[in-house]
């Protein structure tokens, strides 16, 4: 039958690599897990903000999509293999609980797996997320200047604020001098600007990959656990 065709040269795809002369297979390839299922759209040309106002971020810059593959890479036993197995097998036509009884019998025939011991993997994927997320958050605070981490230097956000601040009082008091003072005012006032739209950027960058990830995980995970509790073996 076509769907046991397709089945197998899912399973191929998975766990065969082409031998050396030969073609690649047909059948699509599987996805990397944490990658982006289809291909981003090439980035706008950036256009000129207005000061003040933070750019749009569209999609997340590739360095926090491998920083978010990099947390989510296993060693091929866990709930990151099984998921790639799920996707492979699902370009093959499968769905639903067919899908992933048939992905977790597969499986586990190669590593012995178990559903709890999957599942267990499905959570501390969903924890290094979270985990990490906190960690980042709490990096982005403190270069905000709002929050101070014992002994760290303060970062570009707060020593330019502290400036602006230095240099608008010396503006009051030397009126002589306030024309040079008002253009150093000025320029670490664009500067500032600048430093705050990097790094809130950044953050909406992160936020953007690390959402995206966590939601994909989860929702694997769900199905995975309402399938495979279901009925499959314990």
Same mark, same amino acid.
């Given at each position: ?6 089945? #197998? ?21 599987? #996805?990397?897990? !944490? ?22 971020? #569209? ?20 709930? !990151? ?12 036509? /499968? ?55 014992? !002994? ?14 230095? /240099? ?16 150093? /005012? ?6 500032? #600007? ?41």
């Amino acid at each position: 039958m076509e769907i046991f065709d397709k089945l #197998t040269n899912a399973a191929k795809d998975f766990f065969i690599e082409p031998e050396e002369g030969k073609a690649a297979p047909a059948t699509p390839p599987t #996805t990397q897990f !944490g990658a982006p299922t289809q291909p981003a759209a090439a980035p706008a040309a950036p256009s000129a903000a207005a000061p003040g106002t933070a750019p749009t971020v #569209t999609q997340a810059e590739q360095r926090h999509l491998d920083h978010i593959a990099g947390l989510l890479a296993g060693d091929g036993k866990d709930f !990151g293999a099984y998921m790639k197995m799920v996707k492979s097998m699902a370009a093959a036509g /499968l769905s639903g609980p067919m899908l992933y009884q048939t992905a977790f019998n597969a499986f586990s025939a190669v590593n012995g797996a178990t559903v709890p011991a999957l599942l267990a993997s499905a959570s501390q994927f969903e924890q290094a997320l979270t985990t990490d997320r906190e960690k980042v958050l709490a990096r982005h605070r403190e270069k905000m200047g709002e929050a101070n981490a014992p !002994g760290a230097a303060p970062g570009p956000v707060v020593q330019l604020t502290a400036q602006e601040k230095k /240099l608008a009082n010396e503006l009051a008091e030397l009126s002589r001098q306030i024309q040079a003072k008002q253009q150093q /005012l000025q320029q670490v006032q664009q500067q500032l #600007t600048e430093e705050r739209q990097k790094t809130q950027a950044a953050l909406a960058s992160y936020e953007l990959a690390n959402s995206a990830a966590l939601a994909d995980l989860q929702a694997h995970r769900k199905a995975a656990e309402s399938f495979l509790n279901a009925g499959g073996p314990k």
